[in-house]
């Protein structure tokens, strides 16, 4: 099992990853409200984690990708495999 620190940083992680394919679908600039949302929350995410705060950090990149996630759906591009 992951510990929270371990989660964390793979949830970051995950996250710089659905960034750059949002980005590079054009998505953050038809969709530029999303984009400054989800780069907030990423930004969260790293404070808290910095801070030891596994927990905050989790929950900031998960909210992030789920703004990225309902995009794709919208947008007709949800793909299991895309990240």
């Known amino acids: 099992m992951m510990d ?3 989660r964390a940083i793979k949830d970051i992680n995950k996250l710089q990853r659905m960034l750059i394919t949002f980005k ?4 953050g600039d038809k969709y530029p409200k999303v984009l400054e949302y989800v780069e ?10 910095e801070k030891e705060d596994y927990f905050s ?9 789920g703004f990225i ?7 007709g591009k949800k793909d299991d495999n895309i990240l």
């Open 24 to 27: 590079s679908m054009g998505l």
């Open 4 to 6: 929270a620190k371990a």
């Open 40 to 49: 907030n929350y990423n930004m969260d995410a790293r404070h808290f984690y």
């Open 69 to 75: 996630d309902a995009i794709l759906v919208i947008e």
């Open 57 to 65: 950090a989790f929950g900031a990149a998960n909210y992030a990708y």
